[in-house]
């Protein structure tokens, strides 16, 4: 035998309150979205209204709207989840603002019991409908002449404040300031002249005030620029303010929506694609779907195609800035920098916008890649800022034009820019490119040192590290340490290898590739101090100052320290010091 399910209303108001609605406040919002959905479907009659009164822990809600019969009273007010705007009234869903059938249910979150007073502008009686929070309900006669519907709501204990007519101003400026129907509370109007981003005949100069004004006010900053957005598909009409500060790119901004001009919340998430951070909006649709909580978007195909269309209006009006207004331009991306990289790394238009606008630091000073790229025929890059901090200085000295890479986003753009049909031969910088660089030392300075040499090699033997003399510039750079891509890559293998069991060793061993290229400790035979340590008669002082030398190029190179590296270092500084310091002589002596 089939049974029906039992609701337990004091449950389903629990679950609302702690689970599906964010705050009580809500009670009034769905209210007012009942009293609007009834004057929709209104088609005849008195000029629609909405009044709202307080007093003696009471709260009302009249509306000149459709009314409802008694078949309906019983179908739809002591229904959980069936909604009078759906097809079996004969109204097409879209017109109305509620779909899900609950949104009486939230005036239980802050009374015990809630009555209806209705007549049906189709004819019959006044009537009365009581819900109790228990779960029970009546249906009785009313008063009342004209056709519409009063809710009227009791505070229950603890919730009187939801009450007070400040608050219930407050809450009904909040959601209902920009409907299409007058909104009063106690006689006083709460509705407005619609969105500030309405067509009318204002000039144009009081239009943008009024959007700037509207910012100021509401979001509580004075915008960069505004940018306005509609999107037809999606009935969306609005605003983009450019935020005059940087935003975190990490935290998506959250938007002011409006759903048929009632405000849905003041923070909606993924309207926008992830790129636009540096925006806020304010926009009303027609077309978007809420979800049950009406405090967020519905993530379907409609809002995937709005996210689009507003992120290439936005992108539309950077390319205007870079064509009217290069100076605004350059004074956005020193702000927003961040937002416009993100996207020129999935955009082509906006990639050529960065490469042709925004200044990246490089060893000969600050260019956009495109003047970059025009001046030397190709663009060289280091992967990391560490990378570029050390060898820079030494790579300008040999005339080979770098640029950091490092920055968020600027090795995948540089890559991009060289993978355009148009784009510059663009190369990640090898550090053993440079040794090819620098000069070899004369025969007749070279054949002397070459017992240093061997000492030398035999100080950075365990390191896997070879010793190579050289002269270049800067002089006051003693030494670099240099480490090929293949190399540095084989070094984390091995590393890797020694930290693990035979199992995952022999894994790895899978990855390793046989290479020639050991990493090099560059000594600079133009730097006095290499100079001095090459003169070194002192077998065991010369190979201590080497491991120091090692030691202050793996440091100031920003090159990982491995254990070993590290010994090797405390060892070579100690040493130092021990010879810097004589024992101390014995006084007796």
Known sequence: MER?????????VDLLS?????SPRVYLRELLQNAVDALTARTDGPPPAVSIRTGDGTLSVSDNGIGLTEAQVHELLATIGRSGKRDELGFARQEFLGQFGIGLLSAFLVADEVRVVTRSATGGPALGWVGRADGTYRVEAADRDEPGSTVTLTARHGCAQWFDPRTVTELATLYGSMLPVPVTVDGTPVTGDGPPWRADDRPAGTRRADLVGYA????????????????PGAGLTGVAYVLPFAANPAERTRHRVYLKRMLLAESVDGLLPEWAFFVRCVVDATELRPTASRESLYADDALAATQDAIGAQLRGWLVRLADTDPGRLARFLAVHHLGVKALAVHDDEMLRLVAQWWPMETNVGRVTLAEFAARYGEVRYTQTADEFRALAAVAAAQDV???NGGYTYDAEIVARFGALPDGPRVRRLNPSELATRFDPLPAEVELPLQEFRRIAQRAVDELGCEVVLRSFEPATVPALYLVDRSAAHAADLQATKAQVDEVWAGVLDAFAKPTQQRPQLVLNHRNELVRRVCGLRDERLAHTATQALYGQALLLGHHPVRPADVTLINRSFLGLLDAAVPPEQDERA
């Open 4 to 12: 029906t399910f039992q609701v337990d209303l004091r449950g389903v």
């Open 18 to 22: 702690n689970h599906l609605y964010a």
């Open 216 to 231: 100021q006010d509401v979001l509580g900053f004075t915008p960069f620029d505004v940018i306005e957005l509609s999107v």
């Open 401 to 403: 034009p770098v640029l």
